[in-house]
């Protein structure tokens, strides 16, 4: 199993930790399947901080629409990051918005190996 946390050398300690919780019961072809598959879907926290100050400088709501979050990216789109407070307020916590998505992620992608392995 320690062999599949190095196809994951990127991961933020709380996503690490969630992470291993999450994949304890997989043998090591399921831990690896799962490795290679979250690995393309995971959002980056770096990323996520671009995508915010693009977001502050030019088109606001683009780090909303990278996460999936398509209501809120219109939103902020059509209200200027919520006149800038909204962009400025997710500036500070995009760890936070990036390990929301990851642990969703990460959840959809553990049901799928379970279902299809």
Request: aromatic share 10%.
């Given at each position: 199993m320690?062999?599949v946390?190095?196809?994951?050398?990127n991961?933020e300690p709380?996503?690490?930790?969630?992470?291993?919780?999450?994949?304890?019961d997989?043998d090591?072809?399921k831990a690896q399947?799962?490795?290679?598959?979250y690995?393309?879907?995971?959002?980056?926290?770096?990323?996520i901080?671009?995508?915010?100050l693009?977001?502050?400088v030019?088109?606001?709501g683009?780090?909303?629409?990278?996460?999936?979050?398509?209501?809120?990216?219109?939103?902020?789109?059509?209200?200027?990051?919520?006149?800038l407070?909204?962009t400025?307020?997710?500036?500070?916590?995009?760890?936070k918005?990036?390990?929301?998505?990851?642990?969703?992620?990460?959840?959809?992608?553990s049901?799928?190996?379970?279902?299809?392995?």
């Amino acid at each position: 199993m320690a062999n599949v946390f190095q196809l994951m050398p990127n991961l933020e300690p709380e996503e690490l930790a969630y992470i291993q919780e999450l994949i304890k019961d997989f043998d090591d072809h399921k831990a690896q399947q799962f490795a290679m598959t979250y690995m393309s879907r995971r959002k980056d926290p770096t990323n996520i901080l671009i995508f915010a100050l693009i977001g502050f400088v030019g088109v606001a709501g683009i780090h909303r629409f990278v996460l999936g979050q398509v209501g809120m990216g219109i939103l902020y789109l059509l209200t200027g990051g919520l006149c800038l407070i909204g962009t400025i307020v997710d500036l500070v916590n995009h760890k936070k918005l990036a390990l929301e998505f990851n642990i969703k992620t990460a959840q959809q992608v553990s049901m799928l190996i379970k279902q299809y392995s």
